[in-house]
């Protein structure tokens, strides 16, 4: 997600990743939920006004450049802090159905998507 501020420097990403992977390789990435952000930020606007453009608790802060809109597929930015590890970290939010489809351009073909806690609690189980 942190090569997500614009389409030149996701494709660099993807082409470094599909030159460098063995074949049948497997990579895995992980990207903030952009639904469930979007959904947090709504939430802090309703309850705290428009002008409220983060949300977060005393172990980390996310904090949006604007209003983030879905039909944007780069450029997205937020800023991302946790307490004692990073320090408005910039990120950018990626929708999955545009990432697979770019990645699909670079010959990676994605197998799986969940949600992180979900991924976790089944290879927890194995």
């Not at 090569?3 to 993807?14: G, T, V």
């Not at 990207?31 to 977060?56: H, V």
């Amino acid at each position: 997600h942190y090569s997500w501020e614009s389409e030149r420097i996701a494709r660099q990403a993807l082409r470094n990743v599909s030159e460098h992977l063995r074949p049948q390789g497997l990579f895995f990435g992980t990207i903030p939920n952009a639904r469930c952000l979007r959904d947090r930020l709504s939430q802090a606007i309703a309850k705290n006004g428009k002008q409220a453009l983060s949300f977060g608790n005393e172990h980390y802060r996310i904090c949006f450049d604007g209003l983030p809109s879905e039909r944007e597929a780069f450029g997205q930015r937020y800023r991302f802090t946790l307490a004692d590890a990073l320090d408005d970290c910039p990120e950018y939010l990626i929708s999955p159905s545009y990432f697979t489809k770019l990645a699909a351009e670079y010959q990676l073909e994605c197998l799986y998507i969940r949600p992180f806690a979900e991924f976790y609690e089944e290879q927890r189980r194995h």
